[in-house]
């Protein structure tokens, strides 16, 4: 990120400074980010329309040339740095009250190896079947912060031991994407067949937690003793008189 760039974010309010610095810190090394667009409303507190002119200024910022593209799928979006993504090592040095910083070696950040399954592209897609799982069953889109971005990623990984236990590791890395999505999306589409306990425990973090549960109640659609004593403890808050 330009250090014009942030100047000029600067005057701008400050959910322009807050989404671009969030975009740029979240790209990975090759200047790649995506994202479901309902996060980025609820996270910043902006409205589509809002989010569309912050976009646009970083996209059309002009002081040395088009720095980044920008691209909708659905409700996906999709941002490629078109410059290197990379860093300044800093020389600092203290004289008394003041500090010195001297830019001397540009260097690229390291690319990080992804657990099977964990996609750039995929994880914004599963985000989005998640989104409008709750909006069907709240009338309001996720929460999503960095402890359900983690149970996420840990839903993802653990979809895709199951593919590849049930697929062998012949699968390309295509395929094995989409299978764990087709997984998420049976999940979700059946949570009709989740009862009692699991089926109120709607957050990722819970759902990462009882997802080997919850698979087996998909398979075998039974109840258990812990089900029948959440149903029986539901039955007795409701048949308190609270005037």
């Known amino acids: 990120m330009q250090k014009a760039f942030l100047n000029?974010?600067?005057?701008?309010?400050?959910?322009?400074?807050?989404?671009?610095?969030?975009?740029?810190?979240?790209?990975?090394?090759?200047g790649d980010f995506s994202i479901a667009s309902?996060?980025?409303?609820?996270?910043?507190?902006i409205s589509r329309s809002k989010l569309q002119r912050i976009?646009?200024?970083?996209?059309?910022?002009?002081?040395?040339?088009?720095?980044?593209?920008?691209e909708?799928?659905?409700?996906v979006l999709n941002i490629k740095w078109l410059n290197d993504v990379a860093e300044k090592e800093v020389a600092r040095e203290w004289q008394g009250n003041d500090i010195q910083t001297d830019p001397q070696i540009e260097i690229k950040a390291p690319k990080k190896k992804k657990p099977k399954g964990e996609s750039d592209k995929l994880y914004p897609k599963m985000v989005e079947e998640y989104n409008q799982f709750c909006i069907s069953k709240m009338g309001a889109g996720a929460k999503m912060n960095a402890l359900q971005g983690k149970a996420m990623k840990g839903i993802m990984e653990y979809l895709a031991r199951q593919v590849q236990a049930k697929n062998g590791n012949d699968l390309t890395q295509e395929?094995?994407?989409?299978?764990?999505?087709?997984?998420?999306?049976?999940?979700l589409n059946n949570w009709n067949k989740v009862s009692g306990y699991y089926?109120?425990?709607?957050k990722l973090n819970q759902i990462d937690s009882n997802?080997?549960?919850?698979?087996?109640?998909l398979k075998n659609n039974q109840k258990n003793k812990r089900d029948d004593k959440f149903i029986s403890n539901l039955n007795e808050l409701g048949a308190v008189n609270f005037d």
């Open 8 to 30: 000029d974010l600067l005057k701008k309010p400050s959910p322009y400074l807050n989404l671009w610095v969030y975009i740029y810190c979240n790209a990975d090394a090759s």
């Open 38 to 45: 309902p996060f980025l409303l609820s996270r910043f507190k």
């Open 55 to 70: 976009l646009d200024f970083g996209c059309e910022w002009q002081e040395s040339g088009k720095i980044v593209a920008r």
């Open 72 to 75: 909708w799928q659905g409700n």
């Open 175 to 187: 395929s094995l994407e989409e299978n764990i999505l087709v997984a998420w999306q049976y999940i």
């Open 199 to 202: 089926a109120e425990q709607i």
């Open 211 to 217: 997802l080997p549960n919850i698979l087996m109640q």
